[in-house]
């Protein structure tokens, strides 16, 4: 079986300061955000990954969303140039962490920026979110990053939502997943399945069978429980308040050969 390590980052005090785009900002509990945190922690060793904790950041509200700050294929880590300046500090440490493992490194840099929340992975397809927090340079320092694995990349519409995958994500056989209010557009997916929650267009593969997802999008669960699929739910209401998904709050590293 595959080894995979995932990155998490620990929310800090200031966590209720984070950045809001598209929805109203919510009174944030940040005791119950860390609760949900340890849970959903707990939740990735219960399936068997191996969790590296990257050092919190307290003075950066953000940073538990450690998705944004490195896209990884392959041998090759991205370290990404946040869209946001404030949350630029976030991939210092990051870095370090994936250098360490024995990545390769590639870095964005200005004037691209890229957020990780904005590339969606589908085989040799890679979709980037354009018009949000990533700009049309990101997406070209992407496929310069993993221009010799034979990818193709795939820019996409984004205004509706914060990153593309706060409106679409995976399921493990390749089929896109979104919430169609919140959708740009459909049609640029090969294969897509529309779901009746916002909640329920963000999964994570776990493998072939199993994915994990918040626990507030039911009708979402039991759509994919038709089509077979194990999903394992968790509580994120916290970080949602944050325009945060279960794909947000870490980083899958599979093993390196």
Not at 80 to 89: E, L, V
Not at 124 to 132: E, H, K, L, T
Not at 165 to 176: E, I, M, N, Q, W
Request: charged share 20%.
């Amino acid at each position: 079986m595959t080894s995979v390590t995932a990155l998490v980052r620990r929310p800090g005090p200031n966590l209720a300061d984070g950045l809001v785009t598209h929805i109203e900002r919510q009174l944030v509990d940040v005791d119950l955000a860390l609760q949900q945190w340890e849970n959903y922690v707990a939740t990735l060793r219960g399936v068997g990954w191996h969790i590296v904790e990257v050092a919190p950041l307290d003075d950066c509200p953000d940073a538990v969303f450690i998705e944004d700050t490195v896209v990884v294929r392959g041998n090759t880590a991205l370290i990404t140039h946040p869209g946001a300046s404030s949350r630029r500090p976030e991939v210092a440490a990051v870095r370090d962490v994936v250098r360490d493992l024995g990545y390769d490194l590639a870095e964005v840099a200005t004037p691209a920026t890229l957020d990780g929340g904005d590339v969606l992975k589908i085989g040799d397809r890679i979709y980037v979110g354009q018009g949000g927090r990533s700009n049309a340079a990101g997406a070209a320092a992407l496929a310069t990053a993993f221009g010799g694995q034979g990818v193709d990349v795939v820019p996409v519409e984004v205004t509706k939502v914060l990153h593309l995958k706060s409106g679409v994500t995976a399921l493990p056989d390749g089929t896109v997943v979104g919430y169609l209010p919140l959708v740009d557009d459909a049609s640029a997916f090969p294969s897509f399945l529309a779901v009746p929650e916002e909640a329920g267009a963000h999964v994570v593969v776990v493998d072939e069978r199993r994915i994990i997802m918040a626990s507030d999008a039911p009708r979402s669960a039991a759509l994919f429980e038709d089509l077979g699929y194990d999903p394992i739910v968790v509580s994120i209401s916290e970080f949602q308040k944050l325009e945060g998904c279960v794909t947000c709050l870490s980083v899958r590293l599979r093993e390196l050969p």
